[in-house]
């Protein structure tokens, strides 16, 4: 989408992929992001996930600059409260608010109720999205299944998972490419891993996963063909627990 010049020679950073397997463990981390639309340079994203005592919050905020104020896709922010349980990520609270002008914003919020197997969401959605969605042991939200991806990725993997956000139940199925390909953000190539989602149909997802780096070095949105959001990673740092 962009290309990215600079006025001085400088030397190539490359972040190898390293044989050993990534751990599983969640780590604090604050990332930014250059944020494209339609191979256009349009604003930044920060995703940010921090402890909230024995539970953990994932967050992502999308804002477009000056003239990509209208847009949708780059005037977000999600969050997701959520536990470890049985070694996957369990929801417990959702909610994301769209912004498409000064005055125009959307709002919807989910509970995950696990003593009752039952979410339920609120907000700006039509009625049938408001019904409560039975919920089985894996489900995800969107933010999650980001994570899910991150933790999952190892060369030729096919991966499977429950998307339920915002009302909406969906099946995800990934497949990771064969071996790491070299993504260059910035002054940085990283050696990442593609992860791609395979069934959903004109909206692609793409997810550049780099042994390491707690955070996707790259997630791109295709819509009919076309890259539509598409975040970069421009740096990344532990956060204080």
């Known amino acids: 989408m962009r290309a990215l010049l600079s ?5 190539l950073l490359i972040v190898a992929w390293p044989s050993v397997a990534r751990a599983a463990e969640l780590e604090p981390f604050v990332a930014t992001y250059d944020a494209w639309y339609q191979g256009k340079q349009a604003g930044t994203a920060t995703m940010r996930l921090q402890p ?3 539970q953990w919050q994932v967050d992502l905020g999308i804002r477009g600059n000056r003239g990509f104020a209208g847009i ?9 409260l959520f ?3 049985d070694g996957g990520y369990r929801p417990l609270r959702q909610s994301t608010t769209r912004k498409a002008a000064v005055f125009f914003n959307r709002k919807v919020e989910g509970i995950y109720d696990w003593t009752n197997n ?3 969401w609120t907000g700006d959605l039509s009625k049938r999205r408001r019904e409560p969605v039975q919920l089985q042991p894996g ?5 999650l299944i980001n994570l899910a991806v991150m933790r999952d990725a190892t060369p030729n993997a096919a991966l499977q998972y429950r998307f339920v956000d915002g009302g909406r139940v969906r099946q995800y199925a990934y497949q990771a ?3 790491p390909e070299l993504v260059q953000v910035g002054e940085i190539s990283y050696s ?3 992860v791609s989602r395979t069934n959903g149909g004109n909206d692609e997802m793409i997810i550049w996963v780099a042994d390491g780096v707690p955070t996707p070095v790259r997630i791109l949105q295709r819509e009919d063909g076309e890259d539509a959001v598409d975040l970069r990673l421009v740096e990344y740092q532990g956060a204080p627990q």
């Open 7 to 11: 006025l001085f020679a400088t030397a």
């Open 52 to 54: 909230q005592g024995k």
């Open 72 to 80: 949708l896709g780059l005037n977000l922010e999600q969050d997701t």
């Open 83 to 85: 536990d470890v349980a």
């Open 118 to 120: 039952v979410a339920r």
């Open 139 to 143: 489900d995800m939200s969107a933010l």
């Open 177 to 179: 490419a064969s071996e």
């Open 192 to 194: 990442a891993l593609r």
